[in-house]
Every structure is written in C-alpha cells, then in structure tokens.
C-alpha cells in the first residue's frame, strides 16, 4: 500500500552518478534543507519517463522558488540514468533504486510491469509524485498505475505552496 498524506517518509540512501562520480544521496539530508518532490518513474529512455522529466528540469527554477529539491527514482543502474540524463539535457538528481528497495517502502512497486505484453518485471516503480516536507512528512502523495500518466504537477506546486 502506497504512502499517504501525513506519513512519515521511510528514510533512504541512493546512488546518483555524477561529473565526480558516484555519490550518495540521503533523503534526510535534504529534507534538512529542503522540502522534497520525489518523481518514482518506471525506466530511463522511454517516451513518457523523457517527456515529464524534460518538463520537470524546464520548471526546477519554479521548485526552488517554492523552497523544493526535485529528485527522481527508478529502479534502473546510476551510470543508464546518467547517459539518460546527458541525452536529453535532464538536470533533475536522478537516483537508482536498483533493488527497488525504495520503491517497496513507497508503496509504489509493480508486481508484474507490463505482463500484457509479456514484459514481467518486479519491483518496477509505479510512476509517482510525493511532497515531503522539513520534518520528513508525506504532503502529497499521487501513484499513477498506468504509467502513460502523468502526475499532477500544478497539484504538487499546489501542495508545496501550502507548506
């Protein structure tokens, strides 16, 4: 069962790749700094994932204007992500959740991903959008099961607004 409006966010560690290297990302840490708008997404270099996250890195002036760090998960490695990122002039944090350890904690886990066209993979994240604030509460919480759709990003502006 996914998280809802007024659970505490379960803390993670997550790879991001960077110009550096790998790093470690804590959700904790930036929550400290700042709120979170967390974009679970199913897979790298496909249409719909491309579509919002090129959105979403057009708008990153609008997130930090509302004092929000945009950070986005799958379940795909941290070196993909990066070419993903460079491809297509993506500048959100992306960080993998290979495992998808996070994913499961989130609630937002496929148990079989696309079984209709026979692609049976586990764990894939439902693609997703939660608000979380300084002291790590889930704000917002939208989990899409067709991942063809978008969340509502006017509703998750709305959200970190109000805090």
């Known amino acids: ?20 290297g790998p790093q470690l990302v804590k959700l904790s840490e930036k929550t400290a700094a700042s709120n979170v708008v967390l974009l679970f997404f199913p897979m790298a270099f496909t249409g719909v994932c491309t579509t919002e996250f090129c959105d979403v890195t057009s708008g990153l ?5 509302l004092d ?14 990066a070419a993903w990122a460079e491809k297509e002039g993506i ?3 992306l960080l993998a959740d290979y495992e ?24 894939v994240p439902k693609r997703s959008a939660f608000v979380i604030d300084k002291q790590g509460i889930v704000r917002y919480a939208e989990v899409k099961e067709s991942p063809k759709d978008l969340p509502d990003f006017e509703a998750v502006k709305a959200a970190l607004r109000a805090l």
């Open 1 to 20: 069962m996914a998280l809802t409006v007024g659970d505490k966010a379960p803390d993670f560690t997550l790879v991001t790749k960077t110009a550096d």
């Open 61 to 65: 002036a609008d997130y930090a204007a």
């Open 68 to 81: 929000a760090t945009v950070l986005g998960i799958s379940g795909d490695n941290p070196f993909a992500q």
């Open 91 to 93: 500048r959100v944090t």
């Open 100 to 123: 998808h350890e996070v994913a499961k904690a989130y609630g937002v886990a496929y148990e079989q991903f696309a079984p209709a066209v026979n692609l049976i993979m586990g764990g």
